[in-house]
């Protein structure tokens, strides 16, 4: 038997004097089962082929779409490599992978603390302010984000923006890609000329003949600058996905003419990459003819929207959820122009679609026309229907943004009290108030038109005592925001 240290000194010390064989069996038995209970509470070493292992399963399940699978062995690959430390280049890979992972499958709320792990470590290895800092920062920020804390991604996503900058040039693919996401967040807060040169930025630098960048493949359904399962493209790709960002942003910010150009442009560049029967110009098809529709082009946005879903069927199966953008636009167009059978028709096709597609279906936002078009129709039962739907939908498409969910919830409920339902309206504003309680500022001024809509409800309900604490509550925010 193998006995050490003080096991060894004690072994030592009990058998000096003893000549007994079955007392030196007895002693024996007691320092084996000693050791054996020391060994099993010791720390394991890591397990490096294992997390070789690990994490080649994992990435062949991502590309199965094979999530789960995926899950459990990339969480087992970072386990294995935990007692390395952050200072080993195989505990960041294992652990940037997992959170990759995450944000891939649009769990941002599991993704964040990795993020977070990932920027301590480059903080820890004191290469905060170099290219490991940067990307650690730039990670982040877009996770965070994805879960609607805007203020500290935009910090984030700069700060990141000018280290990588001083590191690999102003016009680097990294450079390059924190700026996209800054317009991303400049966008989602209305901010749209600060999104639109942030963009002309973007543009520019991948329109440098020198930039290759790293892309999902195209079979993805859209361009992005995720990590896993990525590739090199040319930089003309990226171009082309910059573009449609930026005609995005015109359209919302009403320079139509400019939509339209940078939108065409767009669509030329991905038929050069991936040909004009490519899935993904129907895609570009469809935001080309919402501007046209904006334009009150309507032939040109059916003609549009017919070879979309032309496109789309022959290539995915004319029951594949993506051609739901497609009839939305159809049902768009036709409401614009108070063709409302027309309309109808397109919009119970994109309803079907929308039951039958499951946690993969489009934003169930977009269904909004068709809650509108039902309820302006007297067709009350079928809106409310719908709204359990959306409603049910956004529940797991947001589970990660508590807050932008609790606004559609305080949108049904206003839904409802418009149609006379006073206590389905009243359950939609408690729900919303749960999340807001747990997620928001108790004394932000933002809840009190919410709040008097609840409280309005909950007197017509009869339920004064009820309606009175929620007015209280106005009065202390009114009060502290003064």
Request: glycine share 8%; with cysteine; net charge neutral.
């Amino acid at each position: 038997m193998q006995i050490h240290g003080t096991l060894r000194r004690a072994y030592n010390r009990l058998t000096a004097n003893c000549r007994h064989p079955l007392a030196l069996m007895l002693v024996l038995a007691m320092i084996g089962s000693i050791e054996r209970t020391l060994a099993a509470d010791a720390p394991k070493p890591p397990d490096i082929n294992a997390r070789k292992e690990y994490q080649g399963v994992a990435k062949r399940a991502v590309e199965a779409k094979l999530y789960p699978v995926a899950e459990k062995n990339f969480l087992a690959a970072w386990e294995a490599s935990e007692g390395l430390g952050p200072k080993d280049q195989r505990y960041l890979e294992s652990l940037k992978d997992l959170a990759n992972f995450y944000a891939e499958i649009g769990k941002a709320a599991k993704a964040e603390p990795l993020y977070r792990k990932e920027l301590e470590a480059a903080q820890a290895n004191h290469r905060e302010k170099y290219v490991e800092g940067g990307e650690a920062m730039s990670d982040l920020g877009l996770v965070l984000f994805h879960e609607g804390k805007d203020a500290e991604a935009e910090s984030l996503l700069a700060g990141a923006r000018d280290i990588l900058a001083r590191q690999t040039g102003a016009f680097s693919f990294r450079v390059a890609v924190c700026l996209y996401d800054l317009a991303r967040v400049y966008s989602a807060q209305g901010r749209f000329a600060d999104a639109e040169t942030a963009l002309q930025k973007t543009i520019r630098i991948f329109e440098n003949p020198g930039t290759m960048v790293k892309v999902k493949a195209p079979d993805a359904g859209h361009y992005g600058f995720q990590v896993s399962g990525t590739r090199y493209l040319p930089n003309y790709e990226t171009v082309a996905e910059a573009r449609l960002a930026l005609a995005r942003v015109y359209l919302q910010s009403g320079k139509l003419d400019k939509a339209e150009a940078a939108c065409n442009e767009a669509i030329k560049q991905i038929g050069k990459y991936l040909g004009k029967e490519s899935p993904s110009i129907a895609r570009a098809q469809v935001l080309l003819a919402g501007i046209k529709i904006r334009q009150a082009n309507y032939p040109e946005a059916e003609a549009l929207l017919k070879q979309s879903l032309t496109l789309l069927g022959n290539s995915l199966g004319p029951g594949n959820i993506q051609l739901a953008g497609g009839l939305q636009g159809m049902a768009a167009m036709y409401l614009a122009q108070q063709k409302l059978a027309d309309a109808d028709l397109y919009l119970q096709r994109t309803l079907d679609l929308v039951k039958g597609g499951g946690p993969t279906h489009p934003r169930s936002s977009k269904m909004y026309s068709l809650l509108v078009f039902y309820a302006d129709s007297g067709r009350r039962d079928e809106a409310e229907e719908l709204l359990k739907l959306v409603l049910d939908a956004e529940s797991k498409i947001l589970e990660d943004k508590p807050l932008e969910f609790a606004m559609y919830l305080i949108n049904g409920a206003d839904a409802c009290r418009e149609w006379s339902n006073h206590s389905e309206a009243a359950g939609l504003y408690q729900r919303a108030l749960v999340i807001a309680d747990k997620n928001a500022d108790p004394h932000d001024t933002a809840l009190v038109p919410f709040l008097e809509h609840y409280a309005k409800t909950l007197k017509t309900l009869g339920r004064r005592t009820d309606a009175t604490a929620v007015e209280a509550r106005i009065t202390t925010i009114n009060s502290a925001g003064k």
